[in-house]
């Protein structure tokens, strides 16, 4: 009976034109709950070690010319909205007239105030409503005008750039205005200890030569910056034989080509300006104080010159630095301040230009502990090339630590930009990128340990301390040293 029910209700529901009901699921089979996996807790009583290097390298960049034979160097990066364009100025403050250091910087720096017909306030909001953001900066033998922007702004932004490097205005009174917020920024610099130090470090260096100023300059020599400077030194160096164009970001090469050619292709010129040369009077390793009256800090650094970009210590020397100061884990900071407690953090640093360069050991201690301090960096000098060259472990530690970092360094469009920037800059090839990890992973223990020897004499350092004349001074009898005094602005102070 309950079959031939159910049976007539499905022929009642099929003529009414409702479809027959589903059959129910069987239930769902039950299991018991699994038990939460024990995880390991992480190893506290050691630091952590590096994980295996990456595989990945930057793709090369494409190099190309305009029609007038500025190389273009060119990378696509997918979907992004996002561009930035560089424009490289070879020369740089190297360039600089004697008692007008700052002269590069401050050109540089005049360029976007004012250019292509339109004054400094509409060039402004020109570039604002393209949402574009303009930069510049100058370095020793290089200065470059950038450019970050959205892809669909790229040309009208492009013609902006060539307006501001082709066609700045200079005009008297943004020049008046930016002079003397240059004076005020380089005398509210110089409270700083670290300011004087960098300033005395590359006087004690490079005498009056090639790399002895830092490129912003001082308030002595700016003050001494006339317009008249200003228009002759952007004559003699902003031309196109000496410079080069960057694109990183989400265009097309082509579309991209197209607008720098349209506004920089028919561009000519060459530059006309001299560099300064290296100094031949050999650097004194005696000490170089600079007075600041009560501070509580000592800002110091053991310096010598070294070689630059091309040399062939340039990878040797990324991975004995590496371990000796630059990482956390390296041997200066871990003496200075995990050990000895002297000092937030000390490193090294190998400063490079393309033609010279300056090795450093660098840290801000406490005052009373500036003699201990510089007694510590010299004897961690000496053991690389004496009783503690670096180890398999150090080495190995170093050169993880570089290649899992290296990816770090493009991580935005702009980085990548200012990376490739690196090749016209320093004449690499455009596979430098590439090869980069593979070069870096080749230094094996012997050939960082030889680097470290060439660096290894703290005799041949100078030694530069910016704090309290007054306590610190005492302090330094026993190191065999001569001592000279300057101000901050590197000048040279009697006793």
């Known amino acids: 009976m309950r079959r031939a029910a159910l049976a007539l209700v499905t022929l009642m529901l099929a003529c009414d034109g409702s479809p027959p009901p589903e059959p129910a699921p069987p239930p769902l089979a039950t299991s018991a709950p699994v038990a939460a996996l024990p995880q390991p807790k992480p190893d506290r009583s050691k630091l952590p070690e590096p994980g295996p290097a990456p595989g990945w390298a930057l793709p090369s960049p494409a190099r190309v010319e305009l029609d007038n034979g500025v190389p273009v160097y060119f990378l696509e990066q997918g979907p992004t909205p996002l561009v930035t364009v560089l424009l490289l100025v070879s020369g740089g403050a190297v360039t600089d007239p ?37 930069s510049a900066t100058t370095d020793v033998e290089h200065a470059v005008l950038g450019m970050d922007l959205i892809a669909e702004s790229f040309e009208p932004s492009v013609a902006l750039l060539a307006d501001i490097a082709r066609r700045p205005t200079l005009d008297a009174t943004e020049f008046a205005r930016r002079k003397q917020q240059r004076i005020a920024e380089a005398i509210s610099a110089e409270s700083e200890p670290t300011h004087g130090r960098a300033v005395v470090l590359r006087k004690a260096l490079f005498g009056d030569g090639y ?24 004559q003699a160096m902003v031309a196109p034989e000496g410079v080069a ?15 720098l050619n349209t506004h920089f292709g028919s561009w000519s010129g060459a530059p006309s300006i001299k560099a ?34 091309d040399s062939d210590e340039y990878f040797p020397a990324l991975v004995h630095n590496r371990a000796f100061g630059e990482a956390f884990t390296s041997r200066v900071n871990m003496n200075l301040r995990e050990d ?4 937030y953090g000390a490193r090294s640093v190998f400063t490079r230009w393309p033609a010279h360069g300056f090795f450093a050991i660098a840290a801000s201690v406490k005052s009373e502990t500036t003699r201990p301090s510089i007694d510590e960096v010299l004897k961690e000098l000496e053991g690389t090339c004496g009783a503690r060259p670096l180890s398999q472990e150090e080495r190995n530690k170093a050169v993880g630590g570089l290649l899992l970092g290296y990816p770090g360094r493009f991580e935005s469009v702009s980085n990548v930009a200012r990376e490739l920037m690196n090749l016209p800059l320093y004449q690499r090839p455009v596979s430098w990128f590439s ?19 060439r660096y290894c004499d703290g005799s041949q350092f100078a030694i530069v301390i910016a704090g309290d004349k007054k306590s610190v001074v005492p302090t330094l009898e026993g190191l065999g040293r001569p001592l000279h005094f300057y101000d901050a602005r590197g000048k040279k102070l009697g006793k």
């Open 340 to 343: 000895k407690g002297y000092t």
């Open 98 to 134: 004697v008692g007008k250091e700052g002269l590069t910087a401050t050109t540089i720096d005049m360029l976007d105030e004012g250019a292509g017909g339109k004054d400094a306030l509409a060039l402004s909001e020109a570039l604002q409503r393209l949402g574009t953001e303009y």
């Open 245 to 259: 164009l960057i694109v990183a970001g989400g265009i097309d090469q082509k579309s991209a080509v197209s607008a």
């Open 276 to 309: 300064r040369s290296l100094s031949s009077a050999p650097v004194a390793p005696d000490i170089f104080v600079v007075d600041y009256p009560g501070s509580t800090q000592s800002a110091i650094s053991l310096a010598r010159r070294a070689t630059g970009h």
């Open 211 to 234: 790399g002895s100023y830092l490129p912003v300059g001082t308030r002595d020599s700016l003050t001494r910056v006339t317009l008249a400077d200003v228009k002759k030194h952007y």
């Open 435 to 453: 090869t980069f990890p593979g070069r870096v992973q080749a230094v094996d223990l012997t050939t960082a340990n030889q680097l470290g020897k």
